[in-house]
């Protein structure tokens, strides 16, 4: 990637486009606070080391270490899938799919995972089986991936909690959530979306809500009839 201008301008641009993408209003405050926050990840040396063996070092660290060393896996890890969204469609997935590929991670994907994963045909689930496996701590690499995409998922629930200033709170709903609702409880969600550098003393005042209602469409729509 070549650059025409300074990374403040480029970041700038990019903010934009993708606060127009998502309708979100023009002029939010804390734009110019993530164009710095960016511009400024972006100026640092890049370090070598594979992100799930950074991980793996991270988990192994004592406590005081350990949360200076998973600060710097989630700050990679958001700022990565910022960038290549596209290639981390498929979320958990992919994140382990990602990691995979580091050798420092392949050799530690327990044989069980891999046929799992191998098996295809209706009714299969590979988010399901990742999960599954890292919430009963039956495979690292798992732990990893979902760690890593708590990490992210909570920081970017901050991050539009912040936008909109969302003080009534920030709801996260989905298929993925539910299932992982003691994870996410573990810390990490909660910890990326309180990390907003100079803002977070106002994050931290934004409740997070996970919606476990299978159908809350269904049950707002009926909550709407049930009114008139």
């Not at 409880?185 to 003393?201: I, P, V, Y």
Request: proline content about 7%.
């Amino acid at each position: 990637m070549e650059l025409t201008g300074s990374l403040e301008s480029y970041f700038r641009d990019e903010v934009d486009l993708a606060c127009k993408q998502e309708g979100l209003p023009e002029g939010s405050p804390t734009q110019p606070y993530l164009v710095g926050l960016l511009a400024a990840y972006a100026a640092q040396p890049i370090e070598d080391r594979p992100l799930g063996l950074k991980l793996l070092n991270a988990m192994g660290a004592s406590p005081r270490e350990r949360r200076t060393h998973l600060r710097s896996v989630g700050d990679t890890s958001l700022f990565v899938c910022g960038f290549w969204g596209e290639s981390l469609g498929r979320g958990l997935v992919d994140v382990f799919s990602f990691l995979s590929m580091e050798p420092a991670c392949r050799s530690l994907i327990r044989p069980e995972t891999a046929a799992a994963l191998a098996t295809q045909g209706p009714g299969t689930d590979p988010a399901a089986t990742i999960s599954h496996r890292a919430m009963a701590g039956a495979d690292p690499v798992c732990e990893m991936a979902l760690s890593i995409f708590c990490s992210v998922l909570g920081a970017t629930a901050g991050n539009l909690g912040l936008m909109l200033l969302a003080t009534g709170g920030v709801f996260v709903a989905g298929g993925i959530a539910p299932r992982i609702l003691s994870y996410l409880q573990k810390g990490a969600f909660r910890e990326a979306f309180d990390r907003k550098g100079r803002l977070h003393t106002m994050v931290e005042k934004l409740p997070a809500y996970v919606v476990t209602h299978p159908q809350p469409g269904l049950l707002g729509a009926a909550k709407v009839a049930m009114s008139r």
